[in-house]
């Protein structure tokens, strides 16, 4: 089973930036997904963005595009979450994920890391 560790969380003032970094710890297949997930306190986990495993294009929601970026590194196994222009409402645990559903697979989730933005 894939073990995916992400890293990268802390607190930052508004408008500042912050690098999320998930590290997998097995080959993935390239059909799956990889993506970023925020849960903000009393809310739903929503989408932040997601990639093909192989690469590509990122996928962002609405609420962070122009000023998220998803890269995915295949050699070092690696999803990052590039942040700029940090909103409190940005506030929220950050998780990565594996996304294998759309394939007939699972989803494999991270421990999560904590990203706190104040005004």
């Known amino acids: 089973q894939v073990q995916l560790v992400e890293s990268g969380g802390g607190s930052v003032q508004a408008g500042g930036s912050l690098k999320l970094s998930c590290k997998a710890s097995?080959?993935?297949?390239?059909?799956?997904?990889m993506g970023w997930y925020v849960q903000a306190p009393g809310k739903e986990r929503d989408l932040v963005g997601s990639?093909?495993?192989?690469?590509?294009?990122?996928t962002y929601a609405d609420s962070v595009k122009g000023r998220f970026t998803i890269s995915r590194d295949i050699a070092k196994n690696t999803l990052d979450l590039q942040m700029n222009s940090l909103k409190t409402d940005d506030t929220g645990v950050y998780y990565c994920?594996?996304?294998?559903?759309?394939?007939?697979?699972?989803?494999?989730w991270g421990q999560g890391t904590q990203v706190t933005v104040s005004s």
């Open positions: 994920a594996l996304d294998c559903t759309w394939i007939g697979g699972i989803r494999y």
């Open positions: 097995t080959v993935i297949n390239s059909s799956c997904k």
């Open positions: 990639i093909f495993s192989r690469g590509g294009t990122p």
